[in-house]
Nanobody, 124 residues
Framework: QVQVAESGGGSVQAGGSLRLSCKASEDTRNFYSMAWFREAPGKEREGVASIFDRGDSTTYADFVKGRFTISQDTVSNTIYLQIDRLQPEDTGMYYC?????????????????WGQGTQVTVSS
């Protein structure tokens, strides 16, 4: 059973940074695609960034605007999401997902494995 587990969330002030981690139970290169999603209060879950092609390729949602960076460490079977210049609208639960039939997709329903999420709260 594949498992992914997020960590690294917290409460920060606007303008700050966070690095979220997602540790997988197996080599991240085994997955056709992995991604980060977020869910703000009262809103639908949305894709943020994806990493695929054994970590050589990435995709980002349009709203990222250069503030988010997805990366992976194959030694620790972990992917990361670096978020800079945090804004209050970034507040929400951030989820890691693994294994989708389409490389680089940010479509929620295409991912098979999900973590429990890590909360990010940004105050103004």
């Amino acid at each position: 059973q594949v498992q992914v587990a997020e960590s690294g969330g917290g409460s920060v002030q606007a303008g700050g940074s966070l690095r979220l981690s997602c540790k997988a139970s197996e080599d991240t290169r085994n997955f056709y695609s992995m991604a980060w999603f977020r869910e703000a209060p009262g809103k639908e879950r949305e894709g943020v960034a994806s990493i695929f092609d054994r970590g050589d390729s990435t995709t980002y949602a349009d709203f990222v605007k250069g503030r988010f960076t997805i990366s992976q460490d194959t030694v620790s079977n972990t992917i990361y999401l670096q978020i800079d210049r945090l804004q209050p609208e970034d507040t929400g639960m951030y989820y890691c997902a693994a294994e989708a039939p389409v490389a680089g997709t940010l479509v929620t329903d295409l991912y098979k494995y999900w973590g429990q999420g890590t909360q990010v709260t940004v105050s103004s």
